[in-house]
T-cell receptor, first 106, second 110 residues
Framework: KNEVEQSPQNLTAQEGEFITINCSYSVGISALHWLQQHPGGGIVSLFMLSSGKKKHGRLIATINIQEKHSSLHITASHPRDSAVYIC????????FGTGTSLTVIP | NAGVTQTPKFQVLKTGQSMTLQCAQDMNHEYMSWYRQDPGMGLRLIHYSVGAGITDQGEVPNGYNVSRSTTEDFPLRLLSAAPSQTSVYFCASVSGNTIYFGEGSWLTVV
């Protein structure tokens, strides 16, 4: 059973491209999180949102509560954006997606 | 604030050995948890605690023990290490809807 599904699993992009990572969930939630994990590194929180849209620099996160879907967009992608992006939701506990591995090629 | 501090960062164990992964947080969070991260499987909850003196099992608790004698510390014990416990372990604490992760512990059991 996967309460949180992400797509794609792997993504390779050229520097400068617009990137979208999708997340669907099947449980009732109070919040959705987008997390970033660099190779060999820890996990940091990028966004927490419960409705609408949030923007931080070149990153934009949206959520549609009715459709139980969220997207993470990266505009003007850069090699330093290469990382694993994890979608997580807060229901009666935290549920995590399996992550999207992003590689941005110069 | 140091946030969530995990030690050690890397460890190699022989099958059957025991060890403790340490986790401490200085944010006075009541909720703490341990996850393991394996390729293609995402983060899976091992044990969690909602406060000092209270612990409970998560999705994959077998082979692991925890205790919570103080709000700050939440150690994870491997009782008799097995190769299947080779993984990356993350400690986390939660305040409201925000989760804070430690840096991770890479454990190899040979």
């Amino acid at each position: 059973k996967n309460e949180v599904e992400q797509s794609p699993q792997n993504l390779t992009a050229q520097e400068g491209e617009f990137i979208t990572i999708n997340c669907s969930y099947s449980v009732g939630i109070s919040a959705l999180h987008w997390l970033q994990q660099h190779p060999g590194g820890g996990i940091v929180s990028l966004f927490m949102l419960s409705s609408g849209k949030k923007k931080h620099g070149r990153l934009i996160a949206t959520i549609n509560i009715q459709e139980k879907h969220s997207s993470l967009h990266i505009t003007a992608s850069h090699p330093r954006d290469s990382a694993v992006y994890i979608c997580a939701v807060t229901g009666n506990q935290f549920y995590f997606g399996t992550g999207t591995s992003l590689t941005v090629i110069p | 604030n140091a946030g969530v501090t995990q030690t050690p960062k890397f460890q190699v164990l022989k099958t059957g050995q025991s060890m403790t992964l340490q986790c401490a947080q200085d944010m006075n969070h009541e909720y703490m948890s341990w996850y393991r991260q394996d390729p293609g499987m995402g983060l899976r909850l091992i044990h969690y605690s909602v406060g000092a003196g209270i612990t409970d099992q998560g999705e994959v608790p077998n082979g692991y023990n925890v205790s919570r004698s103080t709000t700050e510390d939440f150690p994870l014990r491997l009782l008799s290490a097995a190769p299947s416990q080779t993984s990356v372990y993350f400690c986390a604490s939660v305040s409201g809807n925000t989760i804070y992760f430690g840096e991770g512990s890479w454990l190899t059991v040979v």
